[in-house]
């Protein structure tokens, strides 16, 4: 199996600029280098292509391109991979002239995107949470539609930039008494949430409603999505409208956003039952229940130089699916722009590993219960993130017709201490 994430079989895509070009433009990935799209579609490389009159790969996002029918980025797939092959009629110069190593590019957000949502979707991260508040049961409507709420635009990263700590309104941790007076300080709480965020192609007319059947054409690719979370700033705001600036300090997402045509071999049915079926514009009613991905994915927090495994989880454990998902986003008729996206919600899962720990646990608030304690992190004493932490993120799949791995390449993210401005 491939060692890179970027064989010839992934060719992902994703917005770069370099030292001597720092104007960004659109770019694909193969192993250990950047292919210069932009280049290519100024030497006439896809001048054949329905679609390609103006510029799509010299825009500085990738919605020119996502928005084109999914026939025409099947072109330029088979395209590029004839191209990038290692039978092509290139030669090691022209191959040179195109290709950056990656060390040497900036990778800048891939889409414009209008609208974030995000999803609560994961059955055992909803039980852990529902445990972590007092044993509340389920609200019962979590199993008729899936739980989602508006984010924000202006809290999306690209891997790699740093995150603040972030500042907000609770009360005190070292405080007991619920009539202390709340203040306006750092998290002390500061968590993240392994997700995968999901990229949109074509636009959906405001007062139409998407056919759950039609999802995959409406959807561009996929990334993994960090949601950090203030946990102590979250739980004082959510009632009665849910979290704000508990999750506003930051959304990373990997840089190369993986399409689904490469992702088709690894299309597969949820791992879930769910009960009570769903109602009828929720179900899926394609041949062979594939309305999921099969995505390893994996959550590491790197403190003092030391690498802890905190989670391993797989996409297909989602209680609720990407396409249900994004069925139930349009389902009011609000209709669907080019380049939004959705993260999945926290996956956890019911993983566990050979000691019987529960590895699928994909935050870290919810190993605050006693069965979700991982042995490696309780005898280091993390329990939440602090400044200097790297949360490093990955997610890899496996084609299941040929067998080849490749994957999504790292979702990464170090903590910087608080802004100062207006505590003093």
Partial sequence: ???????????????????????????????????????LEKDGYFKSIPGFENEVFSQQTLNTFAALPKSTQGQVRVLLTD??????????????????PLENVKNHFPMDTRNFSDFYCSLE??????????????PKNWFVIPSVYNGRTSSLRISGSPIHRPNGVYHHPSSQDATSSPKFQPTSRFDFELEVGIFLSRPLAPGSILDINDAEDYIFGLVILNDWSARDIQMFEMMPLGPFHGKGAGTSISPWIVTTEALRGSLCASAKVQEPKPLGHLAWKGEGG??????????????????????????????????????????????????????????????????????GVACLLERMLPQNELATLKSDGIVYLEDGDEVIMDGWCVNRHTGRKFGFGECRGVILPALEVGLK
Avoid at 21 to 33: D, G, S
């Fill in 290 to 359: 594939e309305e999921t991905w099969d995505v390893e994915l994996a959550a590491r927090v790197v403190r003092n130089g030391k690498s802890y495994l905190v989670t391993e989880t797989n996409l297909k454990e989602l209680y609720w699916t990407p396409y249900q998902q994004l069925t139930h986003l349009t389902s009011a008729g609000e209709g669907l722009s080019t380049g939004d996206i959705f993260g999945t919600g926290t996956v956890t899962s019911a993983r566990t590993n050979s000691k019987g720990e529960n590895t």
């Fill in 1 to 39: 199996m491939s060692s890179t994430p970027f064989p010839i079989d992934n060719l992902p895509y994703g917005v770069i600029s370099t030292t001597d070009n720092p104007t960004p433009r659109c770019a694909t990935v193969l192993e250990n280098n950047a292919i210069d799209l932009s280049a």
């Fill in 83 to 100: 191209l990038l092959s290692p039978s092509s009629s290139w030669t090691p110069e022209t191959r040179a002239k195109y290709s950056i």
């Fill in 125 to 138: 991260h909803t039980q852990n949470c529902c445990a972590l508040m007092g044993n509340v049961p389920i």
